[in-house]
């Protein structure tokens, strides 16, 4: 009787998994779209409120300070009290800050807007992290490329909307992207009932040496401090890169090619799109031949490209930059996973710190570029940004662990004929 009766109650529980994973990709698309819509209205700005290039930057500066504040301490909490809630009060915060950019009548609500759509972000993204983690059954490669796939495609929406809505129609159109936050908020309602199906499973059964998987960890402090410096540093060349395109992409088609705002926008977003394939890949593939050989790939792989881009024609830049997000973006759910690795049972925190820590590296980086640009024009930003994939080399004082590589490596520490496995 109990055998028979294991597989009929595991497949409600697999579809729920599954549905909660859909959700959180959609909700994350939501999140991510109006996150986009920033940097998506940075030409309009600048010519409204005649800023200069490090204005800009610090627009981006503010907004991803304060997306990066909160998140590793909320992921922290939550990791001890898990509060799926906490996602609609982070959208609600993302829309008062969008309502609050499509009135803003000045630099500095500008800037205040920014920083509340920033501080939704940093109470999103650690427990819908812990979530898809949940959900994932096993396949951790796959829940995260599923939840990345959406935040990369609503990443890659925010400059076609400003291309065919916010250019047209002017800044008070970002108000319309407000039924977009009450969206989310209404799918996440819908979505916590399935996830408290599956999430009692994940849970540990009690005791304070447990973590919140229910696995202690047992590596010792250098065996993860080393590690994860060098993940935040292969983060810091990754978001920096790719922060140039966010926040400057469309001044340096427009300087250097003379195309339109449009144009720009539509480039823009398809180099912005290439992300959710890239990412996707680098997740699925990630689970089959290991993290390791993905961090390599994706971040010292685009290095011959990033070398190019810069003395390229029109064509060929779009072309590059197509292949070179591609290419950089399958990094980070390996990134992610890696690091859940090194601290078993610390989701939250995990997806807090390198969430936040993304928004954080990549508002520094744009404020760092917004300086360069303004000094020695926009083209020597993408000639100095060409060489940063080279960090990617770091990559190789990683040490393989076993969770993470899928047992094509040995834990560090081991060794044995499971890390001839491929």
Avoid at 159 to 182: E, M, R
Avoid at 261 to 272: D, K, P
Avoid at 312 to 333: K, P, Q, R
Wanted: charged residues 10%; aromatic residues 10%; neutral net charge.
């Amino acid at each position: 009787m109990t055998t028979s009766a294991a597989p009929a109650s595991s497949a409600p529980t697999k579809q729920a998994a599954m549905s909660v994973l859909i959700a959180l990709s959609v909700t994350h698309l939501l999140n991510d779209m109006i996150q986009s819509l920033i940097p998506a209205i940075y030409p309009i700005i600048k010519e409204t409120y005649q800023l200069d290039y490090i204005q800009i930057g610090l627009i981006t500066l503010t907004f991803q300070t304060a997306a990066s504040l909160l998140q590793p301490a909320v992921g922290f909490y939550t990791d001890r009290h898990p509060m799926p809630h906490s996602m609609i009060v982070g959208m609600a915060f993302s829309l008062v800050g969008l309502l609050g950019l499509a009135y803003a009548g000045s630099y500095g609500l500008l800037l205040v807007a920014s920083a509340f759509v920033g501080l939704g972000s940093s109470i999103f993204h650690p427990e819908a992290t812990r979530m898809a983690r949940n959900a994932s059954g096993g396949r951790q490669g796959l829940a995260q490329g599923i939840f990345q796939v959406g935040g990369q495609t609503g990443g890659a929406l925010g400059p076609l909307l400003a291309a065919f809505i916010i250019v047209p129609f002017g800044q008070h159109s970002l108000g319309w992207f407000s039924t977009a936050a009450l969206a989310a908020m209404a799918l996440m309602l819908w979505m916590l009932p399935r996830y408290a199906r599956i999430a009692p499973l994940q849970r540990p059964a009690g005791g304070s040496a447990s973590t919140s998987d229910g696995v202690s960890n047992a590596r010792p402090p250098m065996a993860v401090i080393v590690p994860l410096a060098i993940l935040v540093i292969l983060l810091f060349s990754k978001n920096a890169y790719a922060q140039s395109f966010s926040s400057f992409y469309t001044f340096y088609l427009m300087g250097k090619f003379g195309v339109s705002i449009q144009e720009s926008q539509v480039m823009l977003f398809l180099f912005l799109a290439s992300s959710a394939a890239g990412a996707l890949g680098g997740g699925i593939l990630g689970d089959r031949i290991g993290r390791n050989r993905i961090l390599w790939f994706s971040i010292l792989g685009a290095l011959p490209f990033t070398l190019v881009l810069p003395y390229a024609d029109l064509f060929w830049t779009g072309v590059l930059t197509i292949v070179i997000n591609l290419i950089m973006s399958s990094a980070f759910a390996a990134i992610l996973i890696y690091a859940m690795e090194l601290l078993p049972g610390r989701i939250g925190l995990v997806g807090g710190f390198f969430y936040g820590l993304t928004f954080g590296l990549a508002g520094l980086a744009a404020a760092l570029l917004g300086a360069l640009a303004d000094s020695y024009g926009i083209e020597a930003v993408y000639k100095f940004c060409s060489f940063l994939p080279a960090i990617g080399l770091l990559a190789w004082f990683l040490p393989p662990i076993g969770g993470a590589d899928q047992g094509d490596v040995a834990p560090a520490g081991t060794s044995g004929p499971s890390s001839q496995r491929s």
